[in-house]
C-alpha cells in the first residue's frame, strides 16, 4: 500500500512542479490559491495532525525503536519541530527549528520500509482528519521528497 503512495508522491511532484509553472505570473496566469498551510486549516490543524500522528510513531514497533530513550521532554520538543517543519513547508509562518533532515537521520540506518511505515502513519493520521485529497497528495509530495535525506544515511 504504502510502495503506491511512494509512487504517488513521485507523480504528485511533477504535477506540483507544472501547476506551479502553469500558475506563474510570468506565464500571464495569477496564482490565486491559498497557500497549503491555509487549506490545511492553519497552525491548529497542522498542530492538531501532528500531535496525532507523532505519538503512532512513538509506540510503532517497527520505528518506535527510533525514539527509544526520549523523556516526556524530548517528545515533545520532537512534536513542535515537526510542527513547525510542516507549518514552513507548507507555507506557514513557522520557522524551522531543526536541523537539515539529512544531519539528523544520519548513522540511525532508517530504511525505505521504517520511511514507508511513517508515511503510513502519516496517511492514515490524514485520512482521520478527512484532508482532502489534493491537500493530502500536496503534503505527501513535501514529505516524499525528504525521502532521499532520510533513507540509507
Known amino acids: 500500500m504504502c510502495k503506491q503512495y511512494l509512487s504517488t508522491i513521485r507523480v504528485v511532484l511533477g504535477a506540483i512542479a507544472v501547476g506551479v ?11 490565486t490559491d491559498k497557500s497549503l498551510y491555509d487549506r490545511l486549516g492553519g497552525y491548529e490543524a497542522v498542530s492538531a495532525v501532528v500531535n496525532d500522528f507523532a505519538p503512532k510513531l512513538f509506540a510503532d514497533p517497527q520505528v518506535g525503536p527510533f525514539f527509544k530513550g526520549m523523556g516526556t521532554d524530548t517528545r515533545k520538543l520532537f512534536i513542535q519541530k515537526n510542527i513547525n517543519l510542516v507549518c514552513s513547508a507548507t507555507g506557514g509562518p513557522c520557522k524551522v527549528i531543526s ?42 509530495a513535501i514529505i516524499g521528497s525528504l525521502q532521499p535525506e532520510i533513507v540509507g544515511h
Do not use: W, Y
Not at 509553472?21 to 496564482?31: E, V
Not at 492514515?124 to 493530502?136: C, G, I, Q, S, Y
Open 21 to 31: 509553472l502553469l500558475s506563474s505570473p510570468a506565464l500571464g496566469h495569477a496564482a
Open 99 to 140: 536541523r537539515q533532515a539529512r544531519t539528523v537521520h544520519t548513522g540511525l540506518g532508517i530504511t525505505e520500509a521504517d520511511f514507508n511505515v511513517v508515511a503510513n502513519h502519516l496517511v492514515d493520521t490524514l485520512n482521520a482528519f478527512k484532508v482532502p485529497a489534493k491537500e493530502k497528495q500536496e503534503l505527501l
